[in-house]
């Protein structure tokens, strides 16, 4: 499965909700950053390594893959791989076997991968930046998140919930959402998406004290609700929450 999307859409949490949709529930979901890994640590990190195949291996390590056998395992930012972590992945994907490094025979893997960019990987094929046979088998199906100003009506659905979770995870106050800042939440541009704008309600509800206001959001929002309320008029939603 092949993930698309901005940054802060929620690609992991695709990946996440495809994994425990699916027989494989039981098994094993692993996340790795393949722009984060060093590309000379990567194909040790996803198919592990051998005792002495490399200074300071001074044990053998399983791999990413091995540990997710019979699971998923979500490969974001795979762009940032290299061109022989490419060959390496493909191999993995059509024959279902990898090869710790340092090994000198394969190992079998069962494993469904989940890759996600942020990246247009038909542009990059093109430019000779990543494998189009790569490509092909990542994209047996493909799925593009839209990006949070796109999907503008969302944003009272996610405002709900998001304010449950900093219930949850902080045990303040449950907080609403004024009028006047909920235009400022749909007039945003919302960047950085979802992820944005959990940022921002958590800030929100850290400076309210009651009631969530224009003034208790980030000041790049809080200047967009003069012009919002102007072109909300009357008609804007109503305040969240009970």
């Not at 025979?105 to 430019?127: C, G, H, S, W």
Request: net charge negative.
């Amino acid at each position: 499965v092949l993930v698309q999307g901005e940054t802060g859409t929620g690609k992991e949490l695709t990946a996440r909700a495809l994994h425990y949709a699916s027989p494989r529930r039981e098994g094993p979901f692993l996340a790795v950053n393949c722009g984060a890994v060093p590309r000379e640590l990567l194909e040790s990190e996803l198919f592990g390594h051998l005792k002495g195949a490399f200074t300071g291996a001074d044990r053998d390590r399983v791999g990413m893959f091995e540990a997710c056998h019979g699971g998923t395992l979500f490969l974001d930012e795979v762009e940032a791989m290299s061109e022989a972590m490419q060959v390496g992945l493909l191999r993995a994907l059509q024959e279902g076997e990898i090869k710790p490094v340092g090994a000198r025979e394969v190992r079998k893997v069962d494993v469904r991968v989940v890759a996600a960019t942020n990246q247009d990987l038909d542009r990059l094929v093109k430019e000779g930046r990543f494998r189009a046979d790569l490509l092909f088998r990542l994209q047996v199906l493909r799925l593009d998140l839209p990006p949070l100003r796109e999907r503008v009506d969302d944003i009272p659905d996610l405002v709900e919930a998001i304010l449950d979770r900093i219930v949850e995870e902080t045990r303040l106050p449950r907080r609403t959402v004024g009028k006047e800042a909920m235009r400022a939440l749909l007039a945003a541009p919302w960047a950085g998406n979802v992820r944005e704008l959990e940022n921002a309600l958590k800030q929100a509800v850290a400076m309210s004290e009651g009631e969530i206001q224009v003034r208790d959001l980030p000041p790049a929002i809080a200047a967009r609700s003069a012009g919002a309320a102007v072109a909300g008029a009357a008609d804007g939603p109503p305040a969240t929450g009970a």
